[in-house]
């Protein structure tokens, strides 16, 4: 089933109201058929079958997309009853025009082996009525009701054709949002195995603080009380990580068992991106000091996996990095003078990276945001905002 944004184009290639649009042509032909009968009629024709008949000619076409053959058999009866009354049918332009759109409708919207005998019918009746002037025009007939038919073929095969590339957008769009989620899931599986190594180590510090605040209860009250004040300080912390850890999916992956990088490493990994032939400057605003460890840790995998990108997709020749510590949270600017493709060449980076949705899943963890786009100069930015609290 298509989406409705794409099925809604659709229709309007065809018409926002087929029904009103069936209504405006027949309303049209209508009062196109009365004009001409007026005209071409001679003074001693009755004008009240004249102008009825002229009416009922069209009126068949209302149904010319739901029962096309029905409108179709319709204004040949028409043109029939005024044949019989009148004698002849007036020469106007009406009177074949009318029968043209109603095959255009057949072959249209009537299977192809069926509009096609509706037309030769059309064409035979159209004849034997003496449309023409002086009843020699049917290979004209033949000529401009076989073209209707084929233009009524050739909108039946375009209206499919859309319909086609409609449902086949909407499934690539189907697809492309279960790519991005199963990319979400994996990177919030990545960043839970990560957590859960921060909430280990606070753990751990607990354990020590603890032992350390028992053998000094006795000897050192006071060193013992700076102990369980530690305990409580990372306790706090602990916790605030194992809630962010209990939100995320665990994978069934094993974790290498390695530290946690952080911010205090990002000498080392710009040392790594200079070495690719990238120019990278680091700016640090505000005073540096120690952070949460998971605001620590998505730091540095957030500058990490952008100046990836920016090495593997933006073929940029510069980069500008910018860590500023604010009083409630802390701000990151990558900046570029490569591509668009720096960061959105794919959901998922080949080689382990996680692009934008790792990067966002990172930052929407921690309650901040991340933002990316163009420059006016041309390169590209990811800027992210990570509360401290």
Avoid at 54 to 67: D, F, I, Y
Avoid at 211 to 229: N, T, V, W
Wanted: with cysteine; charged share 20%.
């Amino acid at each position: 089933m298509c989406r409705p944004g794409v099925r809604s184009s659709v229709q309007r290639m065809r018409g926002p109201s087929p029904h009103r649009l069936d209504v405006a042509v027949t309303c049209g032909f209508a009062g196109i058929a009365v004009t001409e009968a007026l005209l071409a009629t001679p003074s001693d024709d009755p004008l009240a079958f004249v102008v009825p008949s002229a009416v009922a000619l069209a009126v068949p076409l209302l149904v010319r997309r739901h029962r096309p053959a029905l409108a179709l058999v319709g204004v040949l009866a028409v043109m029939a009853v005024q044949r019989a009354v009148l004698g002849e049918i007036w020469d106007a332009g009406s009177s074949l025009a009318i029968p043209m759109c109603a095959v255009y409708s057949a072959g249209a919207y009537l299977p192809r082996q069926r509009s096609l005998a509706a037309t030769g019918v059309a064409i035979v009746v159209t004849s034997i009525l003496d449309v023409g002037a002086d009843g020699s025009d049917w290979p004209f007939l033949t000529l401009i009701l076989g073209a209707m038919w084929v233009a009524g073929m050739v909108a039946r095969r375009y209206w499919q054709m859309a319909d086609q590339a409609a449902a086949y957008a909407a499934e690539l769009e189907v697809l492309q949002a279960e790519r991005e989620e199963n990319a979400a899931r994996a990177e919030r599986t990545r960043i839970a195995r990560e957590l859960h190594d921060v909430v280990a180590h606070c753990v751990s510090t607990i354990v020590v603080q603890a032992e350390a605040g028992q053998a000094l209860i006795e000897a050192d009250r006071s060193g013992a009380s700076e102990s369980f004040a530690a305990i409580q300080d990372t306790g706090r912390q602990a916790m605030v990580e194992l809630r962010r850890l209990l939100g995320l999916l665990r994978g069934g992956g094993q974790d290498d068992g390695g530290p946690q990088p952080t911010l205090a490493h990002l000498d080392a990994l710009l040392a790594d991106v200079r070495r690719t032939g990238l120019h990278v400057s680091l700016e640090i605003a505000g005073t540096p000091r120690e952070l949460p460890p998971g605001v620590d840790l998505s730091a540095y995998r957030i500058l990490q996996e952008s100046l990836t990108n920016t090495v593997k997709h933006g073929r940029a020749q510069r980069a500008a990095v910018l860590v500023r510590y604010e009083a409630e949270a802390l701000t990151l600017e990558i900046v570029d003078d490569g591509e668009a493709a720096s960061v959105t060449a794919s959901a998922t980076a080949p080689g382990g990276g996680h692009g934008l949705v790792g990067m966002t899943e990172r930052a929407h963890l921690l309650g901040g945001t991340l933002q990316s786009g163009r420059t006016h100069e041309g390169g590209y930015a990811v800027r992210a905002r990570l509360p401290l609290s």
